[in-house]
């Protein structure tokens, strides 16, 4: 799996986490990296029910659930031809 680059160095970061523990505190730090934890995974879990309950909609009315495949299967060959050009370019640098 590929990560995405972030466009932020490590000073800045560090920068960022002085600023979190002198506002928030180090004690409260912990909660609020849990509480983003849950309301993350709850929007996850959220848009998994979504597209399940879609599915199963669509399924049910006798809609055609495969072209949503088919254009993912398309999605993923324009990503791969992509990164097959950036990979060359990036090389010769």
Known sequence: MQTLPLFISGAEIAFIMFILVMVFGADKIPEI???L???MRSIKNATEDIKS???RSAEKHG???SVGDDVKKE???VKEEIEELTGSVKRRF
């Open 33 to 35: 990296a849990r509480g």
């Open 53 to 55: 309950e879609v599915m």
């Open 63 to 65: 809609m055609d659930t």
């Open 37 to 39: 934890g849950k309301g």
């Open 75 to 77: 999605v993923d060959k």
